[in-house]
Each structure stands twice: as structure tokens, then as C-alpha cells.
């Protein structure tokens, strides 16, 4: 018996790996917060200089993992290069030479592998070059002579690529116009991948500013530039990925450019979307380092919070690992990002020191998922996708994995299910979509066949007669139903029985309690296509406030304007023609909801038209009734329609200052009891 329960107690541990991890593991939900998930990547190994055959690793400024399976490493105050196998062993070094004589790029801060060449910067000397396996260095990219290119700057460049034609690309530090390029013969053609002035409102009004002002005035007023790239890297289709440190509105810090300079990655903030991760002290995102792996996959190494941001093809965040602090697998001052393998290397400068990772079990499905869901692949993806489920019933990426190789076999139903957990719209739409075509081929017989029926029990001889003959009656309504249907589409005939009626406030409380409840319908049933709202955090209090309180603070408006403008209606009168105003646009919200569980993304332009008609209905009944209680003008009575609004804001300003001062005096008190406690009670 005690041996099986020190079984159990030993089965219940989590494993070493996950314990070594100084981090938690984490994903992002469908609202953008931080839930549990399991780790992703564990610290290895921690290499230091000694291993490396160095004194420090202060003057390591690039590391590369190159095509001929040597470790290339770049170190600044010599200008050499050396070279390492898988298992960081030394293999020699690269000294650098020009025409025979020794031309070491002292203070190179970056350098690129391609067919046997190196590509290095020299700032030192202005230049960059190309130069071959044993160091000969055969070409040099100079700063560029033409009328485009600024005089009133140093060149100096701090990083370089070139892609599969030859093509070369250069950062240069202090230039805003984008990386400058050359042919592969050195000659300069241009630039590539500008970046774009973040719009706010401060840009906006100083180029207001500057539009009115002369051109003395102007030179004296704040210059605005693209953010100038901090690193970048390319992939095997050309396609080339920059960083930048920060951003104006934290928008574009990564990008991916074509061979036309645009970029193709969605227009979002980068980095952690939420600040309330606990164990992440800093929030803010500066990029140093970013790295395109085999398969479409790309990682951003992020100085502020230490952490490696890992992406699909398409931009959307899988997973992230590392931190700031001093165990192994975080960070001090990480500053460069290299794959090896499938294994990262992180140097930290700070800690002279470089963690290697490796990805989990978990970690791993996720990026075979992904390499096969980056290619296409998805029935290739589903295994690995179901495996992640196993490990993580919440990750939204495996439900839309899986979700999109049923839709590869035909199985749109349960690719609608599966799209819902993942809580993916548009890709729910598209198997809704073939889903309801399939439906309609079915039921297209059934349909038309009812259609028929209730177009012809409509038309019948006796009901159209009973329509005319009640449309020709202008006599008064028999009941309280009937006058409000009256009211509703004849306002000016009908809405004095309502207002005389003795059940008017029972009619207003009842419509105002079907208000409520059509909003919670609304809120809760919505189609998943269109509802934004978060169930689990559903709140009667949310529902209130639109709601009765709008509607409260509307009537007391009114009621005090109609005094002051020597209006006729009651306090009872301006209820109840609120009350039944609201008709229409309840009607719409019943509608809405209903048919929003049938209708395609593209398709809400008709629940747009649905409200827009319906709460411009309510608009004209609203003013008609108030019109009439008040005895007012067509005229007066908006006048008072736009008062009453200005007051309600005014209202809502005064509510918040009184809320502000009583947090602050319940404050107050809470702290002088607390410190009168102290002194009594010590």
C-alpha cells in the first residue's frame, strides 16, 4: 500500500524538463490574454568563451549557421571570422585580406553566408565586401554616388544580405530611405524596403502646422523619418524580413518585403500583446535580431523582455520562450538570434555567455504542425495538430489546424466545429459557406414548396379583402395592442390612445424588459460570425448599462428641457413614447440575431441595413411622439432632441467626477483608518 502511493506521489510530478524551465509556458487566447500552455523550449546548454576558444564574447557581433554546415562567428575587434562544427568545436578561423595584404574589417557588426562568399560590413572604412571562402576579398560596395542619396550623413553600414540573384542589401545607420542596394557587380540601383512615418495625432497636426507656416518656419519644426531597420534576414524565395527597435505606435516592428519594396505581413503591433504577463517585468517591444526558418517560420528576438517570439508564415504569434534574468534559459542583454538545427542560440553580452535551446515534445508538434500548415499541407498537419490537443486542450492554432484539413476532406460540419474552438471567423465563414451550399441543394425542394404555400395563404381572395377594408377604416383602436400597432406605423394618428391609455406604464415597463432581454439574446446568440463578445465574461451589469440606465438618464433630460422650454409632456408621457419608439430597433435586434446565424462574413452588410433602417424608424417615432406631448415645432422639437443628448453627455461627465472623487475620499478614509489602526493596535 505505501508503495503504491509513493507511486502516485512520484507520477504526479511534472517531469524534470518542465521544472527546469525558469519561465511559464503561455498562449495567447481569441481576446488576446495570456492563458497557460505548456513550454515550448527548455535551455540546453549554456556555451561560454572557454568553449568557444575566446576570452569574451563582448566582441562577437554575428553568428551564422551556414550552408556548409560550419558555424560561422564574427568577431569585432579582430575582424575575423571564426568557424565551428555542430558540436562547437573549432574548426579554424578567417582572416581577411585585399590584394595580398591583410584588410581585417575591424568593428564589423555584421555579415552574411551565400555560395561559399562572405558579405561583411567595414564601417571603419566606409564600405562593405564580398570576399571568399579563405578570406580574399574580391569586391567591395562603396557609398553610393547619386542625386538621391544624401550628402549630410557618414556611411555606415551595420548589416548585409544578398538574395539568390546577387543582389546585395545594406543597412545603413542614420539612413531612413530603406537598405541601400547594389547589383552584384557592386553598382548602386536604389533602395529597398522604406519604412513608413507611423500616423498619429501629433504627426497629423504638425504637418498641419507646416502646410501654414513659411519655409523659414518650417525648417525650425520637428523633421519626421521612417524608422530606420535594426536588422534583417531573407528567406529562400527572396522575401526579406526586417526588425526595427520601436515604432512611434508599436505598429510594423517586423515586415516582410517582395522584390516590389511592399510589404506583405499584416498591419499589427509585434511583440507581447499583453501587459499583464507576470513574468515579464518590462513591457514595449526592441527587436535586435530576426530569423527565417525552413518552412516559412520566422523569430524575433525581443532585447526588452527576453524573450524569442516565434511566427507563422502569415504573421500570427505561436510561441514564445526565454526572460529576463540570470538562470539559465534568460537573459541580461540578449543581442543575437541564430537556428541551428532546430535549436536556438541566444548570445547574451551581458553575461558573456550563449544558451542553446531546444524545443519540447510539445514544442515540437507545434513546429512540425506548422511547417506542414505553412506548405499547405493541412491533412499532413492534423496528426501532429492532434497531438497538441492532447497536451493542450486550449491552443486555438491546432483547433484551426484540424479545422482546415476537414475541410480538405469535405467534412465542412465538423470543420465548422472545430474553426468555433479555435475561435476563427473568417475560416469558420468559408466552411459555413460550402456547408450551407450542400444544405441548400438538399432542402431546396422542401423550401420552395413552403414558399409557395405562405405566398398563396397571403394572397387569398378573403385576406387581401380583410387588408383593404382595414386599411380604409380610420376608426379608433379597439384595444391597447392595436393602438401601439397604430402608433407604431401611424404616430400622428395613434399615439394619443396610447398616451391616454391607463396600462401605458405597464406597456412601457413591459417594452423595456423585452429591450433587455432582446440584448442578452443578442449578445449571447449572435452567430459566431459576427458575435465579438466574450461568453465566459458575461455580465448583467453590461446589459443594464445601454440599456435602462441610457434610457433613464434620456427621459430626465427631457423632462427637465420640456420644463425649461415650456413643454406640455409629463414625465409619464416622455416615458411612454420612448418606450414604444424603441419598437423598431428592438425589432431589429431580433432579427439581427437571428439571421446573423445564417449569413457569411460578406454578407453583414444586411444586418448594417437592418439597423440602419429600423433605428432611423425609431428616430422619426421618437420625434413625432415628442413633438406631439410637448406641442412643439417640427424645428423645436430637434432642437430639444440635440439638447437633450448634449445634457445626457453632460450628465455622464458629471457621474465620472463624482465617481473619481468618491474612489479618492473612500481612499483617503481607508488610509487614515489603516494608520489610526497602526497607532491603537501596532
Known sequence: MLAAALLFLLLSFPSVKAAEAPYSGYQYNAFETAVPAPVTFTADSIITPANLQMESFADVTDIIAGEDGLIHVLKSDTGEVYRYDRDFKLVDAVRFSEDGKESAPVGATGMFLREGYYYIVDPQRFR??????????????LRPESNIVSTDYEFLPSKILTDSQGIVYVIVKGMYDGAVTYTKDGEFIGYFGSGNVPLTAKVLFDYFWKGLLNQSARSHMLRYVPIEFVNFDIDSKDFIYTVTSHTENLQNQIQCFNAQSTNILPDRA???????????????????????????????????????????????????????????????????????????????????????????????????????YNKGDYAGSKS????????????????????????????????????????????????FESYRKVLMRRMIVPFLAVLTAVILLILRPGRRKAFVSSRSRHVRPKNLFEGVKRAVFHPNESFDYVLESRSAPILSSGILLFWVFSTILQWLYTGFVFNLNEIERFNIFDILMPTLVVFAVFCICNWLLSAMLSGSG??????????????????????STVISNILLIGEGVFINFIAVVC?????????????????????????????????????????????SLFQQVGGFVSTVFDEVSLMLFG
Not at 128 to 141: C, E, H, L, T, Y
Not at 389 to 417: D, F, H, P, R, T
Not at 570 to 590: E, Q, R
Open 128 to 141: 562593405s565586401v564580398k570576399a571568399d571562402r579563405d578570406g580574399n576579398i574580391v569586391m567591395q560596395f
Open 270 to 372: 509585434y511583440g507581447e500583446s499583453d501587459a499583464s504577463l507576470v513574468f515579464n517585468p518590462y513591457h514595449g517591444t526592441a527587436f535586435m535580431d530576426i530569423k527565417v526558418l525552413p518552412g516559412g517560420m520566422f523569430a524575433a528576438l525581443d532585447s526588452q523582455s527576453g524573450r524569442v517570439l516565434l511566427y507563422n508564415k502569415d504573421g500570427e504569434w505561436m510561441t514564445s520562450f526565454g526572460g529576463i534574468g540570470v538562470r539559465q534559459g534568460l537573459f541580461l542583454q540578449p543581442m543575437i538570434l541564430e537556428n541551428v538545427d532546430g535549436r536556438f542560440l541566444v548570445l547574451d553580452q551581458k553575461q558573456d555567455q550563449i544558451t542553446v535551446f531546444s524545443p519540447t515534445r510539445y514544442g515540437k508538434n507545434i513546429l512540425n504542425a506548422v511547417d506542414f
Open 615 to 659: 433605428t432611423s424608424w425609431s428616430a422619426v417615432l421618437l420625434i413625432s411622439g415628442l413633438k406631439k406631448i410637448h406641442e412643439f415645432t417640427v424645428l423645436k422639437t430637434l432642437f430639444m432632441f440635440v439638447c437633450t443628448i448634449a445634457g445626457m453627455a453632460l450628465m455622464a461627465f458629471v457621474g465620472l467626477l463624482a465617481w
Open 570 to 591: 409629463k414625465m409619464k408621457d416622455i416615458i411612454t413614447v420612448c418606450a414604444v419608439s424603441l419598437l423598431p430597433f428592438i425589432a431589429s435586434l431580433l432579427i
Open 384 to 431: 501532429y495538430w492532434e497531438d497538441v490537443l492532447k497536451q493542450n486542450g486550449n491552443c486555438s492554432a491546432a483547433y484551426v489546424g484540424i479545422g482546415k484539413a476537414l475541410m480538405g476532406e469535405g467534412e465542412y460540419g465538423k470543420a465548422m466545429e472545430y474553426f468555433k474552438l479555435g475561435k476563427n471567423q473568417p475560416e469558420y465563414s468559408n466552411a
